[in-house]
């Protein structure tokens, strides 16, 4: 049904999308669980938040909660609040292993008391491999293919039947600020510190949850399994690129928990697409079983792999967002500092701070431990 | 045409060539002149004499408007309009009588009514003088009466009452014409013909005027003079649909007389008016501009009548039910409406011998084929070119009609620079032969095939085929003339494949197919004047095969998931009769009782009781062997309902049905999708069963010109089949455990004002509506939206269609629709929370929000070929734009989580001005 979606996706070609502000309506703050234990050594975290207005989303702490932490061979561990609303065990406490089961309590500051039921580690299985074909797309958006890389992923054969996965990715790109500092006007800073500013990485999580099953395959082997797809029009694939799988092992309960988080996620909620709801997961109120809490504690075992790619040899579509001012007379009604650059015209121009800086857009300039630089480097600098 | 003719009579001296009875020419200059003084000069000038009675006689207008004319000719036209006739000698003596004429000398003299198969005619029973349509009488149309004797003289006592009766036929192509009205204007009488076209008076002898008419047709009007019992048989003529207006509703007067409520009548002609999408008409777009029909949105199968949802309604076709209506996704009907000649909509009030349906019947008849000549006809638009060709068989005994409709949509696709789209497909056909014999007066069979096909095979891997096929074998039988049997054969069959090979190592293909095969035997009675019994019995058995879940390749891993096939036996018996009690109230009402076995080979599961049906409450496992009883359910259908006119053109009218229906359609989807499994009520899955409370106010004003109705309705629908949340029908073998049954509630109004004929004719309507759906489960504590009442996804309380036509010229035509509703409802987003990062979103409670009002404007401009009488063949071509303001008008609010904000779009389907051209050609004239 997902497909017809798309199909209709299609069809807007005799139709629109068009932006609208979405209001509040009847917002009422719910309490939210977030959190996992793996087969990997601790410490492990949970975080307790407020549901957001839906303008205006952020992580609002649950604060001042005690969480229990509980396994099937009569251990348990009180969490401890590291930050507000994040409640982490102690680096001595529970470990996960893999066939033992594990709960948590929780009990908030006005006396509520909330529950999950025992779930079993499942047995991990190995990532085969991960990697990426360059491929194109269609979105709605754009009129014509849009190139990129989709990333694949094969499992080894696993030894039970019926397995579950939740695959999260974290990627990490390596890129550089968009125009080179070649002077800098009124500043305390100097041309050397800017040199430090030129090539970023940038690491975050994968914004999409990938879920799936053996349940009903005859060979417990997951193949070619599309994941994630990076385009051409983000300044990811401008370098290198980085991408981390990390393959959890769960249960049926908690597959069916993150499949609906993906279908919420691909489904986009268009014609032919089921009734939206919402989606339960395995927190309840001991008391009150109509509460609705939202959110997962998932117990899982984990196992990863990265894969890297450098830019492919394709058109980008990718804009940057940097103005130049060419007007070198107008310098002097620019707000100071003014940092220069050599323009394409082979005159100096003014850029803002943002373009000769890559921090700014949110990578470190610290290349990360994994990091494995290509052997052929692209020189060709993104434009 | 009126205004020219009587130009050339006042200003043009018009040669006149009269052949008098010996065959010598008379030639005469002559204007617009009076009888006396018309009679006087012919004497005069002409060894001719006139007998008639100076006192009684009138002295009436003649025009002659033609060059030449036989006397006998111009007098029979003449006079034949008043009432009169003539005889003549043949030696120049012209007898012309008030009341009858010689009857010794008629059979020669005046055009005998055509003969037609059906016609059960004792030629000593029957005079009837048939005008034939010439230029000069329809110039005066409003004057044609015929004079008519029924029956002999003396051969009855006055004031015993006799039988008139006789069949309503097609003049074009002598097909029997049913729900023809005929009125005895002096005793206000009214009579409705059959099936077949077979209509009876009740009469005291005398002198009446009969009027005769029948939906797309030219009125006739009879005087009548009534002896005996007698046999009259009438043609009428059709209206040319160009130069006529669109004909909406039944016959004239029909909302008034008729018991029927919730009913919408509507033929060929007046689909062809409404402005299309893409070129291609489209019954379901029409019954959209109709009060009371809601979809959930544009380019979505399935349509929701009264608050029900779309499988409570099922389309017939010449008595085939056809399972999936849809093509292209939904955009189109896979009826050609090139082959459809009306199709009637019972949105309550649902005629007995359909059960099984809650909420509307759509009933189509095809057209049958021409019985005099061979015709054809096509027609080509942007999407799809279609044929037709009909004609006789045996020497007229029967008739063929072969259409088909073929889409070459693929261009279409190509043009869209959109690769997706350009490396997809989609197509579709559909198709019909309807043939008919007549074996002799007593017996006709009707044979009727159709087929419907829609292949696809779109971009990101999913490629489906799905198919109606069905035929119906029709023998009706006369036992006399008021005793009709009809015995239908039918089988239907709807078929799916849908293979998905999207991603390799979980590619698969599933299948479904339905098979309805039933046995109809209706008994039609009509024991005196004010009965009409109806009496039947029907057998459906029903066969559901739902293929295998299976991998498509050898790459794919896929598991076979075997399923189970259904079976069932519903048989249903049903009598039903209208009582026309006085001539103001008739009442009218039926009963059906249905028995439903759901039969074996199966495997049932039994759940703990009182505990949601879910397979962690499975407590056993009963396997059935073949056409075992698995579970029984006996129900009564009812229906009754009640007319009274206050007067002439003013009625009330009151209804309530009850019925239950024992098949639906799995899909939790907010709008059906086009391929859809099916799924037969069985032990744990109870029928559904509707009931509908109607009750309106029918008013006509200026000689029925205008219509006027308010139509109130109460429905509840118990049983109603919802769905889990996140339920999945492809791969769950155990459907029940993604069903919840619940309630659903609906109620509304419905005004509507129409104007049925003139240059500028039309309807507009105003509904509010309300349907609403409550699951809670109480025993197993199983809800949706916790147990709380939510708006249906296809609830829009407010609706007001506006469809209208304005003929300017005889070939130029306008015709403009209007469509405003609320907008639907829709399920909003309340608040995000994260989930390893990722924001989700939690939602409103179902359907608690709405998205923004819809409103269209269409436009289509008719252009007819020249109309010149004699031609080979007739064109037409027909210019739309759907949406002409080009509003967008959402589907849907999408949300999209952008750089970490939850961002709200607005979707519309089809958002902008959609223009399209389509042309039509036919053999013979437009009217033929």
């Known amino acids: 049904m997902i497909k017809y979606l798309k199909l209709l996706m299609l069809l807007i070609i005799f139709g629109c999308k068009d932006e609208i502000v979405l209001n509040n309506k009847n917002y009422e703050p719910r309490m939210v669980v977030d959190g996992s234990i793996t087969n990997e050594p601790g410490p492990y975290i949970i975080k307790l938040s407020q549901t957001s207005p839906i303008n205006q989303s952020k992580e609002i702490p649950f604060t001042e909660c005690k969480i229990t932490l509980f396994d099937n061979t009569g251990a348990s561990e009180i969490l401890t609040e590291i930050e507000p609303g994040t409640y982490c065990t102690s680096e001595s406490g529970i470990q996960g292993v893999v066939g033992n089961s594990y709960k948590i309590t929780i009990s908030t500051g006005d006396g509520k008391e909330y529950i999950t039921d025992f779930q079993e580690m499942k047995e991990p299985v190995e990532i085969d491999s991960i990697y990426a074909e360059l491929t194109s797309i269609t979105l709605a958006e754009y009129p014509f293919n849009l190139p990129g890389y989709q990333f694949y992923t ?38 050397a510190d800017y040199q430090k500013l030129k090539r970023c990485w940038k690491t975050q999580m994968v914004n999409y949850v990938y879920t799936g099953t053996t349940a009903n395959l005859t060979i417990p082997k997951i193949i070619h399994q599309p994941l994630h797809f990076v385009g051409t029009d983000t300044r990811k694939l401008h370098i290198r690129y ?42 309840k109120n001991v008391d009150n079983n109509n509460e609705l809490v939202f959110g997962y504690f998932t117990v899982a075992s984990v196992t990863q792999k990265r894969v890297f790619v450098d830019r492919p040899g394709v058109g980008f579509y990718f804009e940057s967002n940097c103005s130049v001012n060419y007007n070198i007379d107008a310098l002097s009604r620019l707000p100071w500092p003014i940092y220069l650059i050599n323009a394409s015209n082979g005159m100096q121009a003014a850029v803002d701070e943002r373009c000769v800086n890559c921090t700014s857009k949110g990578g470190v300039t610290t290349k990360p431990d994994f990091w494995v630089d290509c052997e052929l480097i692209n020189n060709e600098e993104p434009q | 045409m009126k205004i020219k003719i009587l130009l050339v009579c006042l200003f043009l001296f018009v040669t006149v060539d009269f052949l008098s009875g010996q065959g010598k020419n008379i030639y005469i200059k002559q204007q617009r002149t009076d009888w006396y003084s018309f009679s006087k000069k012919i004497e005069n000038e002409y060894k001719i004499h006139f007998y008639f009675d100076t006192d009684s006689f009138p002295n009436i207008q003649i025009v002659i408007s033609e060059d030449s004319i036989l006397l006998d000719q111009l007098l029979k036209d003449s006079f034949s309009i008043y009432g009169l006739s003539i005889s003549n000698d043949n030696n120049g003596n012209y007898f012309l009588f008030k009341e009858f004429a010689l009857q010794a000398n008629l059979d020669n003299f005046f055009n005998q009514y055509q003969k037609n198969s059906i016609g059960l005619k004792n030629e000593s029973d029957i005079i009837n003088y048939s005008t034939n349509g010439n230029d000069y009488l329809k110039t005066y149309q409003e004057y044609i009466s015929e004079n008519v004797i029924v029956g002999k003289n003396g051969s009855s006592h006055k004031n015993e009452k006799v039988v008139i009766s006789g069949h309503v036929l097609n003049q074009d192509d002598g097909e029997p014409i049913s729900q023809a009205y005929l009125k005895i204007l002096e005793k206000n009488k009214f009579e409705t013909t059959n099936i077949s076209g077979y209509y009876e008076i009740l009469i005291e002898p005398g002198e009446y005027t009969l009027l005769v008419n029948s939906l797309g047709k030219f009125e006739k009007n009879y005087r009548l003079t009534v002896l005996s019992n007698g046999q009259l048989n009438i043609s009428l003529k059709t209206k040319p649909f160009l130069i006529d207006e669109a004909v909406v509703s039944a016959s004239r007067n029909h909302n008034i007389k008729s018991t029927n409520m919730g009913f919408e009548k509507m033929s060929a002609v007046a689909i062809k008016k409404i402005p299309v999408v893409l070129g291609e008409q489209d019954i379901i777009k029409v019954a959209l501009l109709l009060p009371g029909v809601q979809t959930v949105g544009e380019a979505s199968a399935g349509f929701n ?16 039910p056809v399972y999936n209506s849809s093509h292209l996704f939904g955009l189109f009907t896979t009826f050609n409406s090139d082959a459809i000649n009306e199709f009637r909509m019972y949105k309550s009030n649902i005629p007995i011998e359909y059960g099984g349906f809650l909420s509307s019947i759509f009933d ?20 799809s070119a279609k044929l037709l060709v009909e004609g006789p068989i045996a020497k007229g005994k029967g008739t063929y009609i072969i259409s088909g409709r073929s889409t070459y949509s693929e261009w279409l696709l190509n043009q869209i620079n959109n690769p997706d789209i350009q490396n997809s497909s989609a197509s579709f056909y559909d198709g019909l032969i309807n043939l008919t014999y007549s074996i002799n ?47 239908d054969i039918i089988k239907s069959q709807y078929a799916y494949t849908e293979e998905n090979y999207e991603i390799d190592y979980l590619a698969n293909k599933h299948s479904f197919e339905l098979n309805h095969n039933e046995a109809k035997l209706n008994f039609k009675y009509f024991p005196s004047h004010n009965h009409s ?18 991998p498509l390749s050898s790459e794919s891993l896929i598991k076979t998931l075997e399923f189970e096939p259904e079976k069932a036996i519903n048989s249903s018996i049903y009598i039903g009769d209208q009582w026309d009690i006085t001539n103001r109230f008739t009442l009218e009402g039926g009963v059906r009782y249905s028995m439903y076995y759901y039969l074996g080979p199966k495997t049932v599961y039994e759940y703990l009781p009182n505990k949601p049906v879910e397979i962690a409450n499975i407590t056993d496992t009963i396997i059935f062997s073949n056409n075992e009883s698995i579970s029984n359910y006996n129900n009564f259908d009812f229906k009754l309902s009640g007319k009274y006119e206050l007067s002439e053109s003013f009625s009330l009218k009151a209804s309530y049905n009850r019925l239950h229906q024992y098949i639906y359609m799995l899909s939790n989807s907010i709008s059906v999708t086009p391929t859809n499994k099916w799924k037969l009520s069985d032990s744990h899955l109870k029928p559904m069963r509707g009931e509908q409370y109607t009750f309106g106010i029918y008013k006509n004003f200026g000689k029925d010109q205008i219509e006027a109705s308010a139509e109130v309705y109460y429905k509840t629908v118990g049983n109603l089949v919802e769905y889990k949340d996140g339920a999945d029908f492809i791969t769950n073998q155990i459907p029940e455990t993604n069903i919840i049954q619940g309630d659903l509630k609906a109620y509304g109004v419905e005004l509507l004002l129409k104007k049925k004929s003139g240059q500028l004719n039309g309807w507009i309507n105003y509904t509010y509506s309300r349907a609403l759906v409550q699951v809670n489960n109480l025993v197993t504590g199983e809800t949706n939206n916790l147990g709380l009442e939510y708006p249906a996804n296809y609830d829009r309380p407010h609706a007001l269609n506006l469809a209208l036509n304005y003929k300017i010229t005889k070939r130029l035509s306008f015709s403009a629709n209007v469509v405003y509703s609320t907008g639907r409802p829709i399920t909003y987003p309340t608040s995000i929370y994260y989930q390893n990062d990722i924001q989700i979103t939690e939602f409103s409670m179902r359907n608690e929000y709405r998205i923004s009002d819809y409103f269209r404007t269409d436009l289509s401009i008719n252009i007819e070929g020249n109309l010149k009488k004699k031609k080979l063949a007739h064109g037409s071509w027909s210019i739309s734009f759907y949406n002409l303001t080009g509003r967008r008008n959402p589907y849907t609010i999408q949300f999209r989580n952008e750089d970490g904000q939850i961002q709200g779009y607005e979707i519309s389907i089809l958002g902008t001005v959609i223009p399209s051209i389509s042309y039509n050609l036919k053999f013979g004239n437009y009217n033929d």
């Open chain 1, 154 to 191: 094969d499992s080894k054969i696993a030894s039970g039947s019926e397995n579950y996965y939740l695959w999260r990715m974290i990627e990490t790109y390596e890129y550089t600020a968009e125009h080179e500092l070649v002077g800098i006007l009124n500043s305390t800073s100097t041309l």
């Open chain 2, 364 to 383: 189509i008849d095809s057209k049958e084929g021409n019985k005099e000549n061979f015709s054809a006809r096509g027609g080509i638009g942007p999407v």
């Open chain 2, 533 to 550: 019994v109806l009496l039947g019995l029907n057998v459906v058995y029903y066969e559901l095969n739902y293929g295998d879940f299976v």
């Open chain 2, 305 to 320: 009548v009264r608050g029900s949802p779309a499988d409570q309604n099922m389309f017939y076709i010449n008595g085939l």
């Open chain 1, 242 to 283: 980085s991408l981390l799988l990390q393959q959890y092992s769960i249960d049926s309960k908690a597959y069916n928990f993150w499949k609906n988080i993906e279908k919420q996620f691909t489904t986009e909620n268009i014609l032919f697409s089921t009734q939206p709801f919402n989606i339960i997961g395995n927190i």
């Open chain 2, 441 to 487: 007066e007593k017996n006709n069979i009707k044979l009727f095939l159709y087929g419907s096909s829609d292949n696809s095979d779109l971009a990101f891997g999913l490629r489906n085929q799905y198919d109606n096929l069905g035929a119906t074998l029709n023998w009706t039988h006369f036992f006399s003339k008021s005793f009709i049997s009809e015995l």
